[in-house]
């Protein structure tokens, strides 16, 4: 006879979370976690975030100091359990059912409640079988102490496959559904959300499909304009527009990294746009200096040999930075780490990047100040898959005032996305005979 176990956050003693009970439990699907011994004293949540995508569901809980917990996962009907150990029921936390959409495709409904002395229960009711991460982050930027659970699908969708089985290539581009993630972060672009064209039966003998990479997203908000303007916000707009633009090329489609307001780790970005056998990867930024009087768009494209400039080199680092305040499980990515992308085929898609990022630039240059006139080059993670020309475009200076206001204007954003459509254009009939170089699957 099994022992019974209540997942109700107000449950009797024989709720509690005993190894014995765990393991006789029955048609539980289970994982079970200690986090370091920490502190006695009760800890107060200060901010909780839920961030819906595609792919997994992202749950941040923030807190002054370091979390202990422990989590299952049970089954029949499915849900995500995790027990928050000295942990205050505060107003912070009691929100969290809130944030939850109706649209998000993972999480149904979430219950928190006091579980016994010392103890705060929070029950995840799922929509589908799902393969959980939870990790802790330590402090950095303007965050605390994070605990993150991501809920991954146990049946995960091929990018690849989905893209074959849509039923023309307008659709097969499109990716998602285009709906966006729920982020506490104030909308400050307005997004242009009219159809897109109906496409024209491709004339061309091939379509090109195009990797567009809305920089950050999620727990990392990028640069952070004088008004308030969130870098992750401007890049998805206009990656957006873009989107649609090269979509209704019949020789062309575009596939999005993200199309929606959550967090995306470097290398699943080039992970992505290889699995749809992407011909180009473009990443779009829209950086900020320490000095407001920066401007000016501007490309860059890897290196094998270090930065181009000392800007360039510090730029890398900040971008590379992404991971730690989106927040990775590096637990689950090690080996990925571990191996290098760079290999023999490296320096030809190099000096492809090099082609198309002149061509970009020299369009970019017709709508903006260019901050740097010669592609520059440094050791950006974003643009390291060996078989892909990538470039990545800094649009403007978000942390100039004027630029910042240019960002946000529709219109401005149309001209930019329309640039960037035409250098892509133009490294195509440059380069007619261009085709991926194929390296074997390192990911």
């Known amino acids: 006879m099994s022992e019974r176990i209540d997942d109700s956050p107000a449950g009797q003693p024989a709720a509690r979370l005993s190894r014995r009970a765990l393991l006789k439990f029955a048609g539980a699907s289970l994982t079970l976690l200690v986090s370091p011994v920490g502190y006695a ?18 749950v941040t809980l923030e807190a002054g100091r370091e979390l202990r917990y422990k989590y299952l996962t049970l089954q029949n009907p499915e849900r995500l359990v995790i027990d928050l150990e000295g942990v205050e029921l505060n107003s912070v936390l009691e929100s969290l059912p809130s944030k939850v959409l109706e649209s998000d495709p993972y999480i149904g409904l979430v219950r928190a409640g006091q579980n016994r002395p010392g103890v705060v229960r929070v029950v995840l009711e799922l929509k589908a079988e799902i393969n959980p991460q939870v990790f802790t982050l ?24 989905a893209l074959i089985e849509k039923s023309s290539p307008m659709e097969a581009a499109s990716g998602s559904d285009g709906t966006e993630g729920s982020g506490e972060a104030p909308r400050t672009v307005a ?8 496409r024209r039966p491709p004339q061309a003998n091939r379509i090109y499909t195009v990797a567009l990479d809305p920089g950050h997203g999620g727990e990392d908000p990028g640069a952070i304009g004088r008004r308030g303007s969130y870098e992750k916000n401007v890049t998805l707009s206009i990656a ?13 489609r ?15 970005r ?8 992407a011909d180009l990867f473009v990443s779009i930024h829209a950086d900020a200096f320490v000095r407001p009087e920066a401007r000016g768009s501007s490309v860059f494209v890897l290196s094998e040999r270090g930065a181009t400039s000392s800007a360039a080199r510090w730029l890398a680092q900040k971008e590379n930075d992404a991971d730690l305040i989106g927040g990775v499980n590096l ?14 085929s490296q320096t030809a898609t190099i000096n492809d990047s090099l082609k198309l990022g002149r061509a970009v630039l020299g369009e970019l240059g017709g709508i903006n100040t260019l901050h740097k006139a010669e592609v520059e080059q440094a050791n950006f993670a974003v643009l390291k898959a060996p078989d892909i020309p990538s470039v990545l475009v800094e649009t403007a200076f978000i942390s100039n005032p004027e630029e910042e206001r240019r960002l946000n204007d529709n219109a401005y954003q149309d001209k930019m996305a329309d640039a960037i459509l035409r250098g892509i254009k133009r490294y195509f009939e440059e380069n007619p005979g261009v085709t991926r170089t194929r390296v074997a699957r390192l990911d």
């Open 41 to 58: 004293a009760s800890t107060s949540l200060l901010a909780v975030r839920v961030w819906p995508a595609p792919d997994y569901t992202r």
């Open 191 to 198: 997004t242009d959300e009219s159809p897109a064209p109906r």
């Open 331 to 344: 637990a689950k990515q090690e080996g990925h780490l571990a191996r290098t992308l760079l290999d023999l």
């Open 138 to 161: 330590q402090p950095v930027g303007d965050y605390g102490h994070r605990l993150v659970l991501d809920l991954y699908p146990a049946r995960p969708v091929d990018p690849l496959l």
């Open 270 to 277: 080039v992970s992505r746009a290889r699995r749809v056998q």
């Open 254 to 268: 575009a596939v999005l990294t993200r199309d929606g307001d959550y967090f995306v780790p470097l290398y699943q």
């Open 240 to 252: 957006r527009r873009l989107k649609r633009k090269i979509d209704a090329d019949p020789g062309m």
